[in-house]
């Protein structure tokens, strides 16, 4: 059993959900996807307790010999963490769609499969190209959910996602140019030999600025994320979901993983430039998500300001921040699902997702306010959630760094607050009259599990430290050793 | 058997919170109330059991759960210490809180969601015995972030007014931005010490390393920051007066007897580290000195009773930090404890009034209540004695020797801190008048109805009425018994002076002091029976005070508005600006492409198949080359 698995059943539950009907689609997907993430979890017990763990767990086989391409899944703390993420997030959004009657079912809970398949493809693979075909693999899916399944004028999301795809693809292209440089000098694009490829000055800056142009803009770090919001906002909550939760991730992710290692001399020499730009992006975020008046907007803006922090974090090159940077991944990937889902459940009630037209619902529904609170107050990183371990860990990394990149990046907890509160009283408090029923069953399970997740890990985070640990140390190695 | 009994007087509040969010609709009022109260009396009992025993071994206790976070440097752990200090904040937390617990039952009787305003109390309470048990600074830190969430969530408890939730949310946005200070002291102290832990820090310091004194001033500033946003200090003090939205005994917890102590306990805690650091004690002093006396001044003319209060606390926090700043741990202490049995007594004696009065806060809509009020009155008579510094009162005592130290310290802060006390007496009897005396003012509906509290709100007003007559006697000059009991947290002891003429000296002046700020009271009130004129009518000096010299709007004018009006240069011109400048590379390409010519149709799926096949052909070729 290794970590292929995960792909496998994800890559046939993606087909089981298409050809099993629309009755019964989100019901298959829901199963396949909660196996993939009994297998990952599995794998992941396993990975603690076996010898040599990294060995037996992962897969390799040769594919195309020239050029040399492996297939090479590779199971290490980092890898596992992200799949972990991905598997444990996709049921919970399968969920959050259960109660959207939605046409063509079958393609679009199929889709949502093939997308995790995808994005699990890309935290898993080992080798450059097989990486690079995941990272663009997953692209697609998420292009036609949000395009055929979004809400709003169909003219005006055709350009947001259009936009969107074209963005996001240039940008790949130069992460494409910069593998394919770089094979010329190894004969290979397996991870350790695109590592020590011995790259000039000028090389590892032009390969370095390839990579930031394609995570830059997937992030997104200001100034490339102008097509994030609306993108947020027109796509259907599932989509908005995959995207935030787990598709930015594969560039932060990434950052670590492939940019800082293989141009460690660069990124070195110029780092506080790149902390800087994300810092500015944290402000620029936060700044912004109190204007907007469209909730799922102000939660794009909100995202764009946390994600922002963890670049900041994984570019200080230190373990603090790399660790920071992988938990606060995970956290922010379940807090912004959550968000997500409770401005959906709110559009599926009033039918608008104008702040000013919402207010009086904490009134009429006691268990979706707590839980929405608890959310907000997890956004806003309050000790014992999860995102307060992340977030300590990666202030802590920028105080390390520059302490004034950590009082700008630290702003963020009291505009977060700001913002977030200022959200809470317009949508939520107040007095109203409008009826609005409270979650159901289903949807109280989607949310019980984001917060237990939060509560969990904010307060026992130690099963992820030590599993993320060693391997980011390695990486670290790397790139000390190298530089 | 130490560990369990500890994780029982944690916990057993958050059981209580637990229990009341789950069942306390079921379970019912009176239930759920008395839940609540149990709750918090179990740990006052525990807290008890321990305070005794570490009086007599003087030996701390330390209780250690699991490594909570990993960072390179340090680590940190869900620890806890119980030790003097902490015993000590336990003891006044758990017991003021049992009774306000207590006092809570009746008088948030008529409302639906009782449940849910004891569990918010129970959480408050789990929040605050986590912030004084832990061991160290993070541990704290949950604390201290958790009991601003509950102060939110109470400030707001009647969440269908905004004004409300407006002040609720004021408060915790004015709390984390003393937060961040706090984090970034916290981050400083870790990089330096590579610990969090009290005991390690102080063994650090006496085993005298060598530390970037720089860098722990800068430290040590910013952690008074985070006391300046908690304990409502100068620039960060307009939330507390306008915390008052909440439910009367909430205002008396929370926001008079401990969450605003906190800031006062973290200074307290890491006394052996401000000590080194001389100029951050000068700056608290004169921030505490002048917070003392604006407050006190804006007091003078409020018409609120609960307002009157809420100044008058942020007016005398203002003094404890005056007496951190010289360096007199132990008094500061000394009047957070005595401030606290008068404080919640004043409190909690208003909510007994308002409570008469059906809501009435006005003090203008007041008077005459002392003959339907009897022990309302009387507890008050008695808190509001102490208050005003004189003896033999609890706050005689503890302010007293606050001025003496100052005197010693500093003249200019010691005239200061004497003009505050000479306007809190003032004040206070001006509230007293007003409320107690002459005739009732208010409708006659209300006349009609006015009534003595029921005897679960009266219990707790004699109970408290009692310890801050007899309060002082925990710390009499010349045999304090407190002094010596907190002497092993305390790195240095303050210099306790002889009492000799000039102490003497000092006592009579504030005595008289006291005396001139009554009289004062006495003749406007009571001999010529003034009421204060409506608000429209308030003009001059009076009208500056009545507005609290328009700190609030300042604040608004010079951070917020500016704040927003950069969002909007951001969103209006700022990101069209950075969308046009990518739409015009895309346009750019599309121009190119149409002279290109022949490709342009118009089809985006044309336009994805052509860029595909492009790249393919470049993939293609290199791979060739190759």
């Known amino acids: 059993m290794n970590v292929s698995l995960i792909l496998v059943i994800l890559l046939f539950g993606a087909l089981a959900t298409w050809y099993s009907g629309d009755k019964w689609a989100s019901k298959v997907a829901l199963a396949f996807s909660t196996v993939a993430f009994g297998v990952t979890a599995f794998l992941t017990y396993r990975f603690f307790t076996v010898d040599n763990p990294t060995v037996t767990l992962s897969f390799s086989k040769m594919w195309i010999a020239n050029p040399r391409v492996v297939l090479f899944f590779k199971a290490d703390g980092l890898s596992l963490a992200m799949a972990l993420l991905t598997t444990a997030l996709t049921p919970i959004i399968i969920l959050t769609s259960f109660a959207n009657l939605f046409p063509r079912k079958a393609s679009f809970y199929g889709l949502i499969l093939f997308m995790a398949f995808a994005m699990a493809g890309t935290f898993l693979s080992e080798d450059g190209f097989l990486y690079y075909i995941f990272w663009e693999l997953s692209l697609i899916p998420i292009y036609f959910i949000a395009l055929m399944w979004g809400g709003g004028d169909a003219e005006e999301r055709k350009k947001a996602v259009v936009k969107f795809f074209i963005y996001t693809f240039a940008g790949s292209l130069f992460m494409l140019l910069a593998f394919i440089y770089i094979y010329q000098r190894t004969g290979s694009f397996l991870a350790f030999n695109l590592y020590n490829a011995r790259l000039n000055e000028t090389e590892e800056m032009l390969i370095f600025l390839a990579f930031f142009l394609a995570y830059a803009i997937k992030i997104p770090i200001i100034p490339f994320h102008t097509w994030q919001a609306n993108v947020y906002q027109k796509a259907p909550a599932a989509g908005t979901m995959l995207l935030s939760g787990i598709m930015l991730k594969m560039a932060l992710f990434s950052i670590i993983k492939w940019q800082l290692p293989i141009a460690p001399h660069f990124a070195e020499k110029y780092k506080y430039i790149f902390i800087a730009l994300c810092v500015a992006g944290v402000i620029y975020g936060s700044i912004l998500a109190l204007k907007q008046t469209n909730l799922k907007k102000l939660l794009a803006y909100s995202s764009l300001a946390h994600v922002g922090l963890v670049a900041a974090g994984a570019y200080t090159m230190t373990l603090d921040g790399f660790r920071g940077a992988v938990l606060q991944m995970l956290a922010h990937g379940f807090v912004v699902v959550g968000l997500f889902f409770a401005a959906e459940i709110i559009e599926r009630r009033f039918a608008t997702q104008e702040i000013a037209d919402m207010g009086g619902i904490r009134l009429k529904t006691p268990v979706f306010s707590s839980m929405f609170m608890i959310l907000v107050l997890a956004s806003v990183a309050l000790p014992s959630t999860f995102n307060f371990v992340g977030e300590f860990e990666l202030l802590y990394s920028l105080a390390q760094a520059n302490i004034w990149m950590a009082v700008v990046g630290g702003l963020t907890i009291i505009l977060g607050a700001f913002y977030m509160l200022r959200m809470f009283q317009q949508v939520m408090l107040g007095d109203g009259t409008r009826a609005f029923a409270d979650v159901t069953v289903i949807e109280g399970v989607a949310f019980v599990l984001i917060i237990a997740v939060l509560l969990f890990f904010g307060v026992y985070p130690k099963p992820l430290v030590e599993l993320v640990t060693p391997t980011l140390n390695e990486l670290l190695t790397y790139i000390k050793q190298l530089r | ?626």
């Open chain 2, 1 to 626: 058997m130490e560990t369990n009994l500890a994780l029982l007087l944690l916990f057993a509040p958050f059981a209580g919170f637990l229990i009341n969010v789950f069942f306390g609709k079921k379970i019912g009022k009176n239930a759920s109330g008395y839940l609540g109260t149990a709750a918090v009396a179990v740990s006052f009992v525990v807290t008890l059991f321990f305070f005794l025993q570490v009086s007599s071994t003087k030996k701390a206790i330390s209780v250690e759960l699991f490594e909570w976070l990993n960072l390179q440097n340090f680590t940190v752990g869900f620890n806890f210490l119980l030790d003097q200090l902490s015993l000590l904040w336990l003891m006044f937390v758990t017991g003021i809180g049992t009774l306000i617990h207590l006092y809570s039952i009746s008088y948030m009787h008529d409302d639906e969601n009782m449940h849910k305003f004891f569990a918010y109390l129970n959480l408050f309470v789990f929040f605050m015995l986590t912030l004084v048990m832990g061991s160290n600074l993070l541990i704290m830190f949950i604390g201290w972030e958790g009991v601003g969430l509950c102060s939110y969530l109470l400030i707001g408890f009647w969440y269908k007014n905004q004004d409300y939730n407006d002040a609720a949310k004021k408060a915790f946005i004015m709390n984390r931005i003393g937060d961040l200070g706090f984090l970034i002291g916290i981050f400083i102290l870790a990089h330096i010490f590579h610990t969090l832990e009290y005991t390690n820090i102080r063994t650090a310091v006496e085993n005298a390393w060598t530390i970037d004194r720089t860098w722990l001033t800068i430290a040590m500033l910013c952690l008074f920051i985070g006391a300046c946003g908690k304990s409502a200090q100068i620039p960060l003090y307009t939330w507390l007066p306008d915390a008052m939205a909440g439910p009367t005994p909430v205002s008396a917890l929370i926001h008079a007897a401990t969450m605003v102590t906190a800031g006062i306990f973290m200074v307290t805690r890491l006394n052996f580290l401000f000590n080194l650091t001389p100029d951050v004690l000068e700056v608290m002093a004169i921030v505490g000195a002048i917070t003392s006396l604006i407050a006190a001044s804006i007091g003078l003319v409020q018409n609120d009773i609960k307002k009157v209060l809420a100044y008058s606390t942020v007016s005398q926090l203002g003094l404890m930090f005056l007496a951190l700043g010289c360096g007199a741990y132990e008094i500061a202490v000394f009047h957070v404890i005595t401030h606290a049995f008068f404080k919640a007594c004043l409190f909690l004696g208003s909510g007994s009034v308002i409570h008469a009065l059906h809501g009435e806060q006005d003090m203008r809509n007041m008077g005459g209540l002392r003959k339907v009020m009897k022990i309302t009155f009387a507890t008050f008579l008695i808190s509001t004695l102490a208050i005003s510094g004189l003896p033999p009162f609890s706050g005689f005592f503890s302010k007293d020797e606050i001025l003496m130290t100052a005197f010693h310290h500093n003249t200019v802060l010691y005239v200061i801190g004497s003009l505050a006390s000479i306007m809190t007496a003032f004040y206070m009897f001006r509230l007293l008048y007003l409320t107690f005396y002459k005739d009732f003012r208010g409708t006659e509906e209300q006349k009609h109805h006015l009534h003595e509290s029921p005897g679960l709100i009266t219990f707790p007003l004699i109970v408290l009425a009692i310890l801050a007559l007899v309060g002082g006697a925990i710390s009499l000059p010349g045999a304090s018994w407190l002094n010596e009991y907190l002497a092993p947290v305390i790195a240095k002891p303050a210099v306790h002076h002889h009492l000799g003429p000039t102490e003497y000296m000092l006592m009579g002046i504030a005595v008289v002091g006291a005396l001139v700020g009554i009289g004062i009271a006495y003749a406007k009130y009571m001999n010529k029976g003034e009421v204060p004129p409506q608000d429209s009518e308030i003009k001059g000096v009076a009208g500056l005070l009545y507005n609290k010299y328009y700190v609030d709007e300042v604040y608004t004018a010079i951070i917020v508005k500016p704040i927003y009006a950069i969002g909007s240069f951001f969103k209006n011109v700022t990101e069209a600006a950075i969308s046009g400048l990518v739409f015009g590379f895309g346009k750019a390409a599309v121009f190119l492409g149409k002279q290109g010519g022949a490709v342009q149709n118009g089809s985006v799926g044309f336009y994805l198949l052509i860029f595909v096949l492009g790249i393919c052909a470049i993939v293609g070729s290199i791979f060739l080359i190759k």
